[in-house]
């Protein structure tokens, strides 16, 4: 698979800076945008149409600090990934017990109509989750140092990377119970196209 | 590289414009002068026009003269059912596009853009002198694959190789950028004739990044003259009881001035509507008040999208540096307000807002011509592209507002031994099921070699070019063959149909522009024939002595003019038949007032009674 952070001359670390990386983005737009190579022949506008549309994909992964981190352990496992609805994140383990209630308050939430306090319960869920979602986010970033080191010492970083990936999982899981929440409160939260800037 | 022009093939006018020898873009204009090309074409039993002379058949022809033909493009018969019933024009039902019917004839909705087109290449021939073959041309950001791919089958249809196609928003800011170089955070609010674009770009050392773009390829100027159009219908109604709603050319007349009111309205606080009709003369007082309560609910619906944008750009609307307003509709005074509301900053259209994405379009054009190196658009995909699973659930392949050119690649394989073909669905929309997203096309994945069921890997590759639109390749990895790849768009023309299209243009096009104002001639004279014709069933009592004759003269003098090929001849003769008509058409336009101010006192004798 396309080494994105190779695309951008980057070794595979988790601190990106990204003003400079909006920097190269332009710069290595200007050089292989479609835009100025219309009087080159087909196989050299079709080559640089797929170059064009690599720096776009690996600016896209890159910029965003979560998105980074989904694409680093792709990268790392080898498997290619593409963005967007994923199967539906089922319930990590250690999350099954809390959400157990916020599934039966959703359930009642579809079966009936809302009243008020119904309402306000599920919106103080949504709150609560919401903070549950940016602690796992906070905690992601927060051993994103940790993974840069490793890189740097050479280190074992498989079980870092496998920690990673549960707290992705729990995010995303997370992500879409905030989602049914905001579907059952009427709200249209759009939830469903991933790799919204943070 | 020979010269680019810069397209805006708008749903009321369209301008192509080009950038001149001192890097300045410019409108193009037309022999008379005029830059604004009214985006209407007349199929009249003489010949097809376009622009101003067929907006005069507009009343005249309402069933050979189509208008708006851009809220058609690459739309399904389905999609515009909901409207048929407020277009003049006929609509062939069940087909998979838009197909009007004009005699024994069906036409698609890129042969007629293609008229438009064609109009404006002969413009830009005769202004520049020379050949023009390459344009690019701009289309509503919000456009799906289906409406960018129809807008390039026209420009082909019309002889015209689109090497671009630009996002309207987009285009405007460029014209804006080469202008004043300013950086910063903004915000493009695109309202036009028939469509809707928010754009969020970054403007930064020379390239326009766009973060976020939303919109409705069917909101508009057109959806405020309609909802005029169904209010004044009522009010006459009231006053007249005449219900005009079934009557074509009265409906069009009342959509014209309703238009002419709206923007008179833009500028004073009052107007005087006078429509004549064919019994009566309806006259009202309107206030821009008025129009505001009836188009309220279209301003307001452009709202949504605006946060939406925000929102995916991942920015506050204190964040945005600036706001520019694009498309003749932000000339409304409410529209203005609410933007400036939503913003919280005064929006601005230093550019004249008409031909502002005519003028980025030529600086596009420009900069493919290897005439501007320092500038560089780099825009996004307006809608989610997926794929159809099994349960009809849609799987996202290339999320909304991701910046293009940009691919996709996913596997497949087979689910039956011996399977030689595998059926792709592509869809486009933000739903997650496939039945509630627009439908691009049916691929057919071909050749594969009879294996066990999931045996076989292709690989498909999902491109969006620069311009927005897919392309499709697949391979088989195990053989490293390229698979064939049949696609039926869902609601487009086919590489043959496009391809005859072309071959029929080069056939029916007018050899020159004399033929065509040949044509123009002899349409104005059939007008004028009919309606001196209609004028003398109905006033002949208000005739003078001999005044009959002459008339009767002077059209058949036209009559024998009109079957030459002299357009001179046939312009004098029909003002002749003016000039002697000119007395009688006073004296019966005197007694239609008088006969409406009798009514009108009638019905104050009634009142007050």
Known sequence: MDDYFAVFGLPRKLTVDGEALRRRFYELSRVHHPDFHQAADEEAQAATLARSALVNRAYRALRDPIARVEYLIALEEGRDTREGAEARPKAPRDLLEEMLEVQEALEEARAGDLDEAAREGLQAQRERLAGRKQAEEDALMGRAAEWDAAVDAGGDRRPLLTWFKERLAARAYLRTVIGDLSDALGEDQDQHVSHRRH | ?609
């Open chain 2, 1 to 609: 590289m020979s010269r680019i022009v810069g397209i805006d093939l708008g749903t009321t006018n369209s301008l192509v414009a080009y950038v001149d020898e001192h890097g300045v873009p410019r409108v193009i204009p037309d022999a008379e002068g005029r830059g604004l090309l009214p985006s209407i074409v007349a199929y009249t039993r003489a010949g097809v026009l376009v622009g101003e002379a067929a907006r005069r058949q507009l009343a005249r022809q309402p069933g050979r003269t189509i208008y708006s033909v851009k809220r058609l493009m690459g739309r399904g018969y389905e999609d515009v059912r909901g409207e048929l019933s407020q277009l003049p024009f006929p609509v062939v039902p069940a087909a998979e596009i838009v197909r009007i019917r004009i005699d024994d004839r069906e036409i698609t909705p890129p042969e007629v853009s293609a008229q438009i087109l064609r109009a404006l290449k002969q413009t830009a021939e005769a202004a520049l002198g020379e050949k023009i073959e390459q344009a690019v041309v701009t289309v509503p950001a919000y456009f799906n694959d289906s409406q960018r791919q129809a807008t390039k089958d026209a420009g082909r249809i019309a002889g015209l190789d689109v090497l671009r196609i630009v996002n309207e928003p987009t285009a405007a800011s460029l014209a804006y950028g080469l202008q004043r170089r300013a950086e910063g955070l903004i915000a493009v609010y695109d309202l036009g004739g028939g469509t809707f674009d928010i754009s969020i770009l970054r403007v930064k050392d020379g390239v326009f990044e766009v973060l976020a773009t939303n919109g409705n390829t069917h909101l508009g100027g057109d959806d405020f003259d309609q909802a005029l159009v169904s209010w004044l219908l009522e009010d006459i109604r009231t006053a007249h009881g005449a219900d005009l709603a079934g009557d074509p050319e009265a409906r069009q007349e009342l959509r014209l001035a309703a238009e002419a009111a709206k923007c008179r309205l833009s500028f004073e606080e009052r107007t005087h509507l006078a429509i004549p009709f064919a019994d009566f003369v309806y006259r009202r007082d309107l206030t821009r008040a008025d129009v505001e309560a009836r188009i309220a609910p279209f301003v307001e619906a452009t709202l949504g999208p605006c946060r939406q944008a925000l929102k995916d750009a991942g920015l506050s609307r204190e964040q945005v540096d600036e706001v520019v307003l694009v498309g003749g509709s932000t000339r409304v005074p409410l529209v203005r307000r609410r933007v400036e509301e939503l913003f919280g900053k005064t929006p601005h259209s230093q550019l004249n807002p008409d031909e502002v994405v005519a003028l980025g379009a030529a600086v596009q054009a420009h900069i493919l011509a290897g005439g501007i190196t320092d500038m560089l658009l780099l825009d996004v995909t307006p809608l989610s592209l997926g794929i159809e699973t099994l349960g009809g659930i849609v799987s996202i392949l290339i999320a909304r507002n991701t910046t293009i050119p940009t691919m996709a690649k996913e596997q497949f394989t087979t689910s039956v031994d011996g399977q030689t073909v595998v059926d792709l669905h592509v869809l486009q929309g933000e739903r997650e099921l496939a039945r509630d997203n627009r439908s691009l096309a049916r691929f057919e994945l071909r050749g594969i070699e009879p294996m066990s069921a999931g045996m076989p890997k292709i690989e498909v590759t999902f491109l969006i070019d620069a311009n927005g639109i897919l392309q499709v390749h697949a391979k088989e990895l195990r053989t490293g063959k390229e698979a064939s790849i049949e696609v039926r768009p869902t609601y487009g023309l086919t590489e043959a149909e496009v391809e005859r299209m072309v071959d029929e243009s080069f056939e029916h096009a007018e050899a020159d522009v004399a033929a065509r104002l040949l044509i123009e001639a002899r349409t104005e004279a059939d007008n004028v024939i009919n309606h001196v014709e209609r004028a003398l069933t109905q006033g002949s009592q208000l005739a003078e002595p001999g005044e009959l004759e002459r008339i009767r003269d002077a059209v058949a003098t036209l009559r024998r003019a009109r079957g030459g090929d002299d357009r001179e001849l046939i312009h004098e003769r029909t003002t002749a038949v003016n000039k002697a008509t000119e007395r009688l058409a006073e004296a019966m336009m005197d007694a239609a007032l008088k006969g409406a101010l009798a009514s009108k006192r009638a019905d104050r004798i009634l009142e007050s009674s």
